[in-house]
């Protein structure tokens, strides 16, 4: 009987607390944002490492494929990012590879080789930023914009454009997306000068082209030539068809018929082709330093950024030659420093991982070690 009681007792308790539980926090909108963003994240990640493809030879057990070694590939890393959607680190070398490594860093997913022929030769690469999980951007020095998008587990490159609207005097790094507004941003310093800013780029539609003055008066110079002419030809066809009846009468049954026949044409067979975009500037905006101490400000007029992070309504900049961390806050147009540990001397990068900023310190080859905090 006691043993019953307890029995009971434990079992009404954890009803209760399931139901408490459920009206006090899984009710709440917000927590329940979240929990959906948790296991969507969680899909997302999992549908890229079962579509992964192995950049190495596979074995000859294809159920047992390594691609472990492929880290070795590797070498000279210019740019990296971690996706926390994916789970995932996506790297580009200098030999404008791309590679997307597994969140352990210990497997290599994908990786494909840019395209560095033609008029739009690829220059150092500056930034790199995911957007959605299957559409990543990144900019090189000289201000070509390129698109990766994943398409059927393969991450392949869309056509280049050039970001419009720079100028020579533009010293561009760094690349960040702003949610609300759908732009790009990098940072800029102006050529020989410590000042900074935020430049803010955007995706337009290209317009057709209306067509000149000098063509519209052509056409309609032709138009009147052919009025002339139709009615210079008139008497001449009427007499045609008068002495061919027969003829003339089937051949307007023929045409009235066409119309019709190409009216039955669905409108599905007719393909949209989709407007043609290029990516221009669409402000800047200048940074004003002068909250910094003497010390700072000092460093700052020597100034080499490297990296571009966001977290949390800030941007992140680092300094490797000076050992300065830039604190950018873009509603109020300021930038400030604090100092960090010499170990990021040298640093080609940076990238934001778990809410924590680090700086790439050893960019010969892929490795976690060296990746180091600055926070």
Request: hydrophobic fraction near 35%.
């Amino acid at each position: 009987m006691k043993r019953s009681y307890v029995l009971y007792t434990t079992l009404c308790a954890v009803v209760v607390g399931v139901i408490l539980c459920y009206v006090f926090v899984f009710s709440d909108e917000e927590i329940q944002r979240q929990v959906a963003s948790t296991f969507e994240k969680i899909d997302i990640q999992t549908s890229h490492q079962t579509a992964s493809l192995p950049p190495v030879e596979a074995a000859q057990d294809d159920e047992d494929i390594d691609t472990t070694d492929a880290l070795e590939q590797i070498n000279q890393i210019d740019e990296v990012y971690y996706s926390d959607t994916i789970g995932a680190y996506l790297v580009l070398t200098e030999q404008a590879e791309f590679f997307e490594v597994s969140g352990n860093g210990t497997r290599v997913n994908s990786v494909f080789q840019l395209e560095n022929t033609g008029q739009m030769r690829l220059d150092d690469f500056i930034g790199m930023r995911m957007v959605e999980e299957n559409l990543v951007y990144a900019v090189t020095a000289n201000g070509t914009l390129i698109t990766i998008e994943r398409e059927e587990g393969r991450w392949v490159e869309r056509p280049r454009k050039q970001i419009k609207g720079l100028v020579s005097e533009d010293r561009i790094f760094g690349l960040g997306y702003d949610r609300e507004s759908n732009r790009l941003f990098m940072m800029n310093r102006l050529a020989d000068t410590p000042d900074l800013e935020l430049l803010y780029i955007e995706e337009r539609e290209i317009e057709p082209e209306a067509p000149a003055e000098n063509e519209l008066e052509e056409s309609t110079e032709s138009d009147d030539n052919v009025e002339g002419t139709e009615e210079s030809t008139e008497e001449t066809t009427t007499e045609n068809v008068s002495t061919s009846d027969g003829v003339s009468s089937d051949t307007a049954v023929a045409e009235e018929e066409a119309p019709e026949n190409e009216q039955d044409t669905p409108d599905e067979a007719v393909e949209e082709k989709e407007p043609e975009t290029e990516w221009m500037l669409d402000s800047r905006q200048a940074l004003s330093a002068d909250g910094m101490s003497a010390s700072i400000q000092q460093k700052f007029e020597r100034f080499e950024g490297v990296g571009l992070v966001e977290r949390q309504g800030r941007i992140y900049v680092l300094d490797s030659e000076e050992l300065v961390l830039y604190t950018v806050n873009p509603e109020e147009g300021t930038i400030n420093g604090q100092m960090v540990t010499p170990r990021v001397y040298d640093s080609t990068g940076m990238f934001l991982q778990d809410n924590e900023i680090f700086a790439i310190v050893h960019p010969e080859v892929f490795d976690l070690d060296a990746f180091v905090s600055v926070d």
